[in-house]
């Protein structure tokens, strides 16, 4: 299992991003796919997770009515959108899948909310 996240950079606050995470290795539509975020000296956490098929997203409430998720399973790539971004969600964000018991993670991409 791979997972490369893209996309991530330096936005002012009211801007807008888009992440990438490309997914490799596993058959990629049978599976939820995750963005979470780690800020310094916080915990991780879930941000938006889509299901297998793309249907079904929830997110966390901080970010909802401001990002989306979405999958494209001919491409096995998950993207978030951002907007309205704050200087609050700054934070790494990192793509996951879960297979069983356990998680996969990319490398992360930053995201940096500052004037």
């Known amino acids: 299992v791979q997972l490369v996240e893209s996309g991530g950079g330096l936005v002012q606050p009211g801007g807008s991003l888009r992440l990438s995470c490309a997914a490799s290795g596993f058959t990629f539509s049978s599976y939820a796919m995750s963005w979470y975020r780690q800020a310094p000296g916080k915990e991780r956490e879930l941000v938006a997770r889509?299901?297998?098929?793309?249907?079904?997203?929830n997110y966390a409430s901080s970010v909802k009515g401001r990002f989306t998720i979405s999958r494209d399973n001919a491409r096995n790539t998950v993207y978030l959108q951002m907007n309205s971004l704050k200087p609050e969600d700054t934070a790494v964000y990192l793509c996951?899948?879960?297979?069983?018991?356990?998680?996969?993670w990319g490398q992360g991409t930053q995201v940096t909310v500052s004037s």
């Open positions: 996951n899948t879960r297979r069983a018991t356990i998680d996969y």
């Open positions: 889509i299901s297998g098929g793309g249907s079904i997203t």
